[in-house]
């Protein structure tokens, strides 16, 4: 059986197959997920050299998670400090790395922590990175006041004081 048959078979399985609009549901979600591999190499970031040291803050970039465990979503943003050391990020390229790590079933400590990972090996340096995301999984499943998660992750010598510059 392909992935469209089997998620087929699931809907109607709980009793989604009777709903019209449900019927390209199976097409459209497989769809959708093979186009989140988690199987691509990580974009490299791109850089160029900078004798500064003065931290860098990028605030505020949006990212779509999508839960690991009940697969819905958690949207959210980003913010990324990074402290150079000769070496000063494309700040495309960090947005490009976020969805990278982003779209696939994933829980929101691990993006964090794989961002910050990802960021200090290409740029050295210090790199802190937080995520705020609302939770749907929480929400839809009883939870009726919506929260903001926070994660924190860091690397580098120094980068736990970087946040000093997110308050």
């Known amino acids: 059986m392909t992935p469209e ?11 989604y197959s009777s709903d019209p609009e449900c019927r390209n549901t199976a ?14 190499p990580a974009p ?30 958690f949207p959210g943003h980003a913010d990324v400090v990074h402290r150079p050391e000769g070496r000063l990020a494309g700040f495309g390229s960090i947005a490009c790395a976020l969805k990278h790590f982003s779209q696939r079933p994933q829980i929101q400590e691990r993006l964090c922590d794989q961002l910050a990972q990802h960021l200090h090996e290409q740029l050295g340096g210090a790199v802190l990175v937080r995520l705020r995301a609302r939770h ?3 929400e839809m499943r009883g939870a009726e006041n919506g929260a ?6 860091h690397r580098g010598s120094h980068a ?3 946040q000093e510059f997110l308050r």
């Open 44 to 73: 490299a970031i791109d850089c160029c050299e900078w004798r500064g040291t003065s931290p860098v803050i990028l605030r505020d970039l949006r990212f779509y998670g999508l839960c690991a465990h009940h697969l819905l979503p």
């Open 160 to 162: 736990a004081a970087l």
């Open 136 to 138: 749907m999984c929480m």
């Open 5 to 15: 048959q089997h998620l087929s078979a699931f809907l109607e399985g709980i009793g």
């Open 148 to 153: 903001t998660v926070e994660t924190f992750a």
């Open 27 to 40: 097409q459209r979600v497989t769809r959708m997920l093979q186009g989140w591999s988690p199987h691509t």
